[in-house]
């Protein structure tokens, strides 16, 4: 008998009929004579419900009580869930994170969790019970609530599993596993049987939301065996393993883009050691995360030009703080642009094969798009490209690359 999470995405239990459905779901893996725990998020819509009325109650609202208001969707369908796994004969009972509990850090709004204390809930699943954990959600070290970021739930099923040290951990979504891109705007795209775990996440961090990256990097951490599948549809998902379990190795494995991304461009940026550092610091002291970034040599030796992305939702902020240092940096001008799209192509089989950037350049080229900022490593190629190309850019590197289903 193994140890099995299963978690269950905001369509999964969008409705009282979805949950029932779920609910045969944990059914049915307790028949095949598993132990199972589950994870819930909260119902479809109502996280952007819960941060749309903390935006409309506060223009700088504190982030504690944020975290209380969009913590307590997940509370809804964890008390739902364990009434209809009871209604269908199978006992259980619902979770909140600082009962369980589950303890995270205190950075309000994207907590890390530090750990969880299982023992309350194995010594259960033994007698036959099955928890039902609201996800998402965990305990600061002064015991407040905290959230883990969007889409964290992922992270809190991960985290689980590895604590339980369970056969696999099941993420049921509203798609029957990864595929080479997103399939709502490729429709060629193909579901994948396996992935890497560092492709994945590399996948997850540059844009594919289908799993948060920081799950995949405690599944790849703790070697939790990770599937990725429908609650519609019966059928394998796609399993998350390591790089010798698979076979035939695709030089790339699939296509991300991220529309969270803005570009700033500071012109004129004296050229002397440590302005960067006078630049990168107060953004990081800000809070403000930098992604990619791009500087050129000085054509005078006096001054360079300076361009790099944050996310859309920090560049009010970053551009505060930039304004703020230059009486003291004094660049030329500050050039702000949010209508970008960072593309990314991923494989682990990059590490072999050369040509692999030139084939993305050519395609973008062929149509007609221009390249504002790359970027590398090891196994994978970004640009930044402007943001109405993005379905054009990614369905013709999806080709490019001899992605499209046959
Ligand atoms: P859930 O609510 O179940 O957590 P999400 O909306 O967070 O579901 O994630 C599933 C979505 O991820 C899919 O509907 C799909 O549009 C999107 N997605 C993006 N990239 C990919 C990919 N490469 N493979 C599968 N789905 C992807
Ligand atoms: N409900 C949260 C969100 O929408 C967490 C999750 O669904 O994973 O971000
Ligand atoms: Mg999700």
Sequence with gaps: MGRIVQKFGGTSVADIAHIRNAAGLVQAERERGNQVAVVVSAMAGVTNQLVGYCSEAAALYDAREYDSVVASGEQVTAGLMAMALQEAGVPARSWLGPQIPIRTNDVHGKARIVGIDSVELERRMDTGEVPVVAGFQGVSPT????????????????????????????????????????????????????????????????????????????????????????????????????????????????????????????????????????????????????????????????????????????LKQAVRVLEGINGEIRFGQLRPDPNVVKISVIGVGMRSHAGVALRMFTALAENGINIQVISTSEIKISVLVDEKYTELAVRALHTAYGLDAT
């Design 143 to 314: 015991g407040r609530i905290t959230t883990l970021g969007r889409g964290g739930s992922d992270t809190s099923a991960v985290a689980l599993a590895a604590a339980l040290k369970a056969e696999r951990c099941d993420i049921y979504t509203d798609v029957d596993g990864v595929y080479t891109c997103d399939p709502r705007i490729v429709r060629g795209a193909r579901k994948l049987h396996k992935i890497t775990y560092e492709e994945m996440l590399e996948m997850a961090s540059q844009g594919a939301k289908v799993l948060q990256t920081r799950s995949v990097e405690i599944a790849m951490n703790h070697r939790v065996r990770l599937q990725v599948l429908s609650s519609f549809d019966d059928g394998p998902g796609t399993l998350v393993v390591d790089e010798d379990e698979i076979v035939e190795q695709q030089v790339v494995s699939g296509i991300a883009y991220s529309r969270d991304e803005a570009k700033i461009t500071l012109v004129k940026v004296p050229d002397k050691p440590g302005v960067a550092a006078a630049i990168f610091g107060p953004l990081s002291d800000a809070g403000v995360n930098v992604d990619m970034i791009v500087q050129n040599i000085s054509e005078d030796g006096k001054s360079t030009d300076l361009t790099f992305t944050v996310s859309k939702a920090e």
